[in-house]
């Protein structure tokens, strides 16, 4: 494993990060064009959802397909409560908004919490008969709850106004909003892995007979596993929904749930900064794609643009990763200080033993 | 000596098969006793009673006075019974130390807990680190020290069974159940596995339970031992009468038949 740093020193290193990149954020957000702005607070917001699913799907080993219904909640929960009266009355139009939810407009952070604590209601209410269920059953069960409250919200227009969806969203999510929620998300995850939690949770993953015969009770341990995971799923939504500005329910299909399954997928199952590194790639690797759907030339062949091609060659690049890297990026490792420095002193080790 | 655990007619029935029929036994304190019997007699499913993965559908077990029929496996492994499996159950991905520590997660019962160590409060911190010490003070003990930053799959196999022992012992039991301990061990390894239940049962003062094939574990370090059979008790005794017995020679060899 080679030397380890002292606590003291990454406490400082990891404070650094953290400042360093809230000042590239500052200046981004200063700098930067709507454009770049806009795909840094969508990697923020993925980062959210693919921090949160790991902890689900990764630590846990629940394998839960039903993201996507949590982060609806969120979205539709906090737009309620943000969307000004007036432009509730002109949204509402079949079916008017049911009381108290037509009366009251709250600001941003307490709607986002409230989002996200309702998700986790939710989220305690679907593990506990679901958490029965193991494995194949379990991905199932969670995938038709998740298209349940997607039909749900098609069809309760007096709450969502159903498929016609939320429109004029207070656009309030911006670097700060995206990029604290996505820290915040990443350091009491992070905590509760590094814990004696997190021990108990990766060891109901791995055999969980044998950790119920550790006397670790198993079922509340999964339950508030998938409860924590809700609540930042719905933060997740909340922040999303004022990013994009509409939403309606075909943009919480379980497409969506796939798409950060993806991004846990290829950071590494199981692994919170291969979450991170998914996130992150998955988002900005998408923009970068997307010269394929405009007219382009390569050598002497003239491409046509195709709309959607961005998304055959991504899953083609995905196949190829899992050929050839089956865990993802990260595996079940983690990214830190230690592994970073080990990996320094032997390149420099190797570069002065070549010298001599 | 005290009486530890009490096992009073317990009777565990999967649809028509009795797997284990109105067994009645007991432990001492610092017994070592050994549990035999044919293959399919119902040894692990008793274990399996005990220890609150099955629920008996007849009878009661006492453990320290208390009843504990019934109660979930973390209840009953929070109130002192450890155990081993048959099949080797590390947890494989995590390493060595992480398994021992695993086993102490018992003693944050309070959900409060749970915030503490998201906040890292100094008292969460303390408490991450007493459980780091005495993992590591608990594989000095067993000698698995030099290993606590392997992953528990990258052990040898004899090892691994020392590992499951050591994860139990973390939970601090007061009786300790095993379950094939020396399965697929080789000779010199099973010598070794013997001394060293010897050792913990001395140096942790515990009670212990072993189901074993190999006679000459059983025989060696077993003081009493109980022979099941169609998950009938059918003796009980210490090994010189066991041995002679023929009610177990029977069980074992089938009848003597007369020509």
């Known amino acids: ?356 | 000596m005290t009486e530890v655990l009490r096992v009073e007619n317990v009777t565990k029935r999967f649809g028509g098969l009795v797997a284990v029929d109105h067994f009645v036994g007991y432990a001492r304190q610092g017994e070592l006793l050994g549990l035999i019997g044919p293959n399919g007699a119902g040894k692990t499913t008793l274990f399996n009673v005990i220890t609150g993965m099955y629920a008996p559908d007849e009878g009661r077990i006492v453990f320290l006075g208390k009843d504990i029929s019934g109660h979930k496996p973390y209840e009953i492994t929070r109130s002192g019974i450890a155990r081993t499996f048959q099949n080797i159950r590390l947890f494989s991905d995590m390493t060595v130390l992480e398994n021992v520590m695993v086993s102490q997660h018992l003693k944050l019962r309070s959900w409060l807990w749970l915030f503490r160590s998201i906040a890292k409060t100094p008292g969460s911190i303390r408490m991450e680190k007493q459980m780091h010490k005495e993992a590591i003070k608990l594989l000095e003990r067993v000698g698995l020290e030099t290993f606590a930053s392997e992953k528990a799959s990258s052990l040898p196999y004899g090892l691994q069974r020392k590992l499951e022992i050591a994860r139990a012992l973390a939970t601090k039991p007061k009786l300790l159940l095993l379950d094939e301990p020396a399965a697929g061990m080789n000779p010199q390894e099973t010598y070794e596995l013997m001394e060293f239940i010897k050792k913990v049962r001395d140096d942790f003062s515990l009670t212990i339970m072993v189901i074993e094939h190999d006679m000459k574990v059983i025989m060696g370090i077993c003081e009493r031992i109980y022979v099941m059979d169609y998950g009938k008790l059918i003796a009980e005794g210490n090994p010189r009468q066991i041995q002679s017995n023929p009610a177990v020679i029977k069980a074992y060899l089938g009848e003597e038949v007369l020509l």
């Open chain 1, 1 to 356: 494993m080679g030397k380890m740093l002292s606590n003291g020193v990454k406490f400082l290193l990891t404070t650094l990060l953290i400042i360093a990149i809230g000042f590239l954020l500052f200046v981004a957000n200063k700098t930067a064009s709507e454009y770049v702005i806009l795909i840094l607070n969508l990697m923020a917001i993925n980062i959210i959802f693919a921090v949160s699913l790991t902890l689900i799907n990764g630590i846990t080993g629940i394998f839960s397909l039903g993201h996507a219904g949590f982060i609806a909640i969120g979205a539709y929960v906090s737009t309620l409560l943000t969307l000004p009266v007036a432009q509730k009355e002109m949204t509402f139009l079949i079916k008017p908004l049911i009381y108290p939810l037509n009366q009251i407009q709250l600001p941003f952070l307490p709607a986002t919490i409230i989002a996200g604590l309702i998700a986790a209601g939710f989220g305690y209410v679907v593990a506990a008969p679901s958490l029965r269920l193991i494995g194949d059953y379990l991905a199932i069960a969670t995938l038709g709850l998740g298209e349940t409250i997607r039909i749900i919200a098609n069809n309760a227009w007096s709450i969502t106004n159903g498929a016609l969806g939320l429109k004029a969203i207070p656009p309030y999510t911006n670097i700060y909003w995206s990029w604290g929620w996505a820290f915040a998300t990443v350091f009491v995850i992070a905590s509760l892995v590094k814990s004696s939690y997190g021990r108990a949770l990766k060891a109901i993953r791995e055999d969980s007979i044998a950790a119920k015969a550790m006397g670790i009770n198993v079922f509340s341990h999964q339950v508030m596993s998938f409860v924590l995971g809700s609540f930042f799923a719905g933060v997740g939504g909340a922040l999303w929904a004022h990013l994009i500005t509409t939403i309606d329910p075909k943009s919480f299909a379980f497409t969506k749930t796939f798409e950060i399954l993806i991004m846990v997928v290829l950071g590494g199952l199981g692994s919170i900064s291969g979450a991170i590194i998914g996130a992150s790639i998955y988002t900005v690797g998408l923009e970068f794609l997307r010269v394929l759907e405009s007219p382009f030339k390569f050598g002497f062949i003239n491409f046509p643009g195709i709309p959607g091609m961005r998304m055959v060659v991504l899953s083609v690049l995905l196949i190829i990763l899992m050929l050839f890297w089956q865990r993802g990026i990260m595996g079940r490792n983690e990214l830190s200080w230690d592994l970073l420095y080990g990996f320094v002193t032997k390149r420099l080790k190797k570069r002065g033993g070549k010298n001599d």
